[in-house]
């Protein structure tokens, strides 16, 4: 792995709140001009907001400028689950300027700081107390100009538009062995990448997600990967997830192909 990634992967009780906050705020004191943050959800509790919270005022306060975009819903009728409401409160709080990003009909689902345009924080992790301490989760951090730049132009489209669909026109780029890919602008290309590395197995396929589903995600290239290991020609293997009910041991899931008039597809979605 390249010297210029940080990485860290959190368990379910293996850290406190605190202690991912005090990462948040490490990262943030690092901060000279600028923070741009993009947060889908945002919603701490009184100790870890006090401590984030700070961070970003003494950021503030040092003269940095600190740009924040987060997902919010609205209250028109929606046919799926609401995505979560950011503490507004807090926000309000803070000195930076700020964009409340419609998370519907598309979802807003950046977890992304970029500090004065050479270091970027990233992964899978919300900004709440659930997500720093009972989620499994991974935090990156690349310190790279290149890959920096590629966040700030997407950061920008949101800025600029407050439209998810017309984000993520952002050329994929290499620096150093590090590629970064934007959605949903280059969601086919990133879906096609998936989909060609599936293809390549020879006896096994591990996926890591909460989160499969073919209805609204996959494209019919990825589905037929699967149709091909129904036919033998791969193995299904694994599909990760976190652990929970129904559960195999140590959070993996088996995902078979199921048949139909049609052939193979896909599993369903789990309901909400």
């Known amino acids: 792995m390249s010297e210029r990634i940080e990485i860290r992967t959190l368990t379910d009780g293996g850290q406190q709140p605190t202690e991912i906050a005090a990462a948040v705020a490490a990262f943030v004191d690092g901060a000279e001009r600028s923070l741009e943050l993009a947060q889908y959800d945002f919603n701490l509790g009184a100790e870890t907001a006090a401590i984030v919270g700070d961070a970003i005022r003494r950021a503030a306060a040092r003269g940095v400028r600190v740009r924040f975009v987060y997902n919010v819903s609205h209250a028109n009728p929606i046919p799926v689950p609401p995505p979560p409401e950011p503490d507004v409160q807090l926000i309000a709080t803070l000195p930076v300027e700020e964009q409340a990003i419609a998370g519907i009909p598309d979802l807003m689902h950046h977890k992304f700081v970029i500090r004065d345009g050479s270091s970027v924080w990233t992964g899978s992790v919300n ?58 602008g280059h969601g086919e290309d990133t879906s096609a990448r998936i989909a060609k590395l599936i293809r390549r197995a020879k006896r096994r396929v591990r996926k890591r997600s909460n989160w499969l589903c073919p209805d609204m995600a996959l494209p019919a290239r990825i589905a037929a990967i699967y149709q091909s290991a129904a036919r033998g020609r791969h193995r299904a293997g694994r599909m990760n997830s976190a652990a929970g009910p129904g559960s195999d041991q140590d959070g993996a899931q088996r995902v078979n192909c199921a048949s139909s008039r049609n052939g193979p597809s896909l599993p369903r979605c789990p309901s909400p």
């Open 127 to 184: 900004w709440t107390d659930d997500s720093f301490s009972r989620q499994e989760n991974v935090l990156a951090i690349v310190h790279s100009e290149a890959i920096a730049k590629a966040f700030e132009i997407d950061f920008d489209q949101l800025w600029d538009t407050r439209d998810v669909e017309r984000t993520g026109f952002v050329d994929p780029r290499w620096d150093h062995g590090v590629r970064v890919w934007f959605t949903p």
